[in-house]
């Protein structure tokens, strides 16, 4: 039972260049969300998904794309990436409303 | 989406027991109450989750009025190891979005 799985865990993109962000899970989870946290500051929403082939937006869901194919997982694709994308991004996902959600370790993505 | 209001910061002592309370003026009736803690270079990790009156685990109590519009996190007997980042959400019980508020940075001092 590996849980969340974010890979990969580092990346540098120049400007305009793109991206996936792979996500994937082994609970069974039906809820998936992507966060970005800025340095010093807290998580912010880009997108999330409530079962397969349902996808939503979140509070910053500009430049990123997303789809839900499968249960287990949820990529997050970046169009073309922008220096004000620097940040880390962060994978969740969760049984049901009722249970926390249970966090990836996280990808640390530069662009310069 | 209710909104949560919490302190930006605290500091307390090794051996104490904390308490950050988080408001949510706006809180819907199915809505839950949740916590989570972040270590720096770390995602969040889940603490304790609650609807009403108050929920206890291993790690935490969770603290809830009637009125349902505040929220109370208690740790006891604090350790250096809970220096961290507490954040309050608002869980809507309907396929919504589950926002993050700017968290409490919590300092254990010795």
């Known amino acids: 039972n590996a849980g969340v799985t974010q890979t990969p865990k580092f990346q540098v993109l120049k400007t305009g260049q793109s991206m996936t962000l792979q996500c994937a899970q082994d609970?069974?989870?039906?809820?998936m969300s992507w966060y970005r946290q800025d340095p010093g500051m807290g998580l912010r929403l880009i997108h999330y998904s409530v079962g397969a082939g349902i996808t939503d937006q979140g509070e910053v869901p500009n430049g990123y794309n997303v789809s839900r194919s499968t249960t287990e997982d949820f990529p997050l694709r970046l169009l073309s990436a922008a220096p004000s994308q620097t940040s880390v991004y962060f994978c969740?996902?969760?049984?049901?409303?009722?249970?926390?959600?249970?966090f990836g370790s996280g990808t640390r993505l530069t662009v310069v | 989406l209710a909104k949560t209001t919490q302190p930006i910061s605290m500091d307390s002592y090794e051996g104490q027991e904390v308490n950050i309370t988080c408001s949510h003026n706006?809180?819907?009736?199915?809505?839950?109450i949740t916590w989570y803690q972040q270590f720096p270079s770390q995602g969040p990790r889940f603490i304790i989750q609650g609807y009403k009156t108050k929920v206890t685990n291993e790690v935490a109590s969770l603290f809830i009025p009637a009125d349902r519009k505040s929220s109370t996190l208690s740790l006891p007997r604090v350790s250096l190891s809970d220096t961290a980042v507490y954040y309050c959400?608002?869980?809507?019980?309907?396929?919504?979005?589950?926002?993050f508020g700017k968290g409490t940075r919590l300092h254990i001092l010795p």
């Open positions: 609970m069974n989870h039906e809820y």
């Open positions: 706006n809180i819907a009736t199915n809505d839950y």
């Open positions: 969740a996902s969760s049984y049901d409303r009722g249970h926390g959600y249970t």
């Open positions: 959400l608002v869980v809507p019980n309907r396929d919504d979005k589950i926002i």
